[in-house]
């Protein structure tokens, strides 16, 4: 069974440009998660879909957002890009919502955003 | 405000010996309470998952415990291996939020 799968492993931008990341959950999952790591600190929690619906959002400005589309895949965009976006963008996977709480998110690798 | 602490920081252990990691939170309402296995460069990897109602599960060598009344949870680690060497997550889930603790960072030597 293929795991999460995230694109690109490694990004470069400037300040002020816009980035898109994309995710590929695992076959059956159709929760995807967002989530931002920046060095030294936690994992910070951004978006959640499900059924090609956001679910949630977490504490983060309107330039993040994303979509997921008929087949669960997802992407995040960042626009106006600041120096502090610079992170690892986790993507994680679940089976659908209704099936009951308790379900583990399995993660991709992550793309690691560098900001210049 | 909704919470998860994480002690200690990091750890240091020799390989063989068994450590225990700690996790406080104060989220609500509660709904689970997950580890997580972050080895560098890489995704978490789920360890466990605990509800209200049970106070400890295991997988291989790692027994989490949970003390809903308190509102703490442990990772214990047994016979440590170098390939435990990684950052250990907690992450409390209540109502439609995640909540993550910043980790512990445990290197385990030869």
């Known amino acids: 069974e293929a795991g999460v799968t995230q694109s690109p492993t490694h990004l470069i931008k400037t300040r002020g440009q816009q980035v898109t990341l994309r995710c590929s959950p695992i076959s059956g999952h159709t929760s995807v998660y967002w989530y931002q790591q920046a060095l030294g600190l936690g994992l910070q929690f951004l978006l959640w879909?499900?059924?090609?619906?956001?679910?949630n959002r977490g504490n983060f400005p309107p330039r993040f957002s994303g979509r997921q589309f008929p087949n669960y895949s997802s992407e995040l965009n960042v626009n106006a890009l600041e120096l502090e976006d610079s992170a690892l963008y986790l993507c994680?996977?679940?089976?659908?919502?209704?099936?009951?709480?308790?379900?583990?998110?399995?993660f991709g690798d992550g793309t690691r955003l560098s900001i210049l | 405000k909704n919470q998860v602490e994480q002690s200690p920081q990091s750890l240091i252990i020799l390989e063989g010996k068994n450590c225990t990691l700690q996790c406080n939170y104060t989220v609500s309402p509660f709904s689970n309470l997950r580890w997580y296995k972050q080895d560098t460069g890489r995704g978490p990897v789920s360890l466990t998952i605990m509800t209200f109602s049970e106070n400890t599960k295991s997988n291989g060598r790692y027994t989490a415990t949970l003390d809903a009344d308190t509102k703490q949870s442990s990772l214990h680690i047994t016979a440590s291996q170098l390939s435990d060497s990684a950052s250990y997550i907690c992450v409390v889930e209540g109502g439609d939020k995640y909540i993550f603790g910043t980790g512990t960072r445990l290197k385990v030597l030869a």
């Open positions: 994680a996977s679940s089976l659908e919502l209704y099936r009951g709480r308790n379900q583990p998110q399995h």
């Open positions: 879909y499900d059924e090609g619906e956001e679910r």
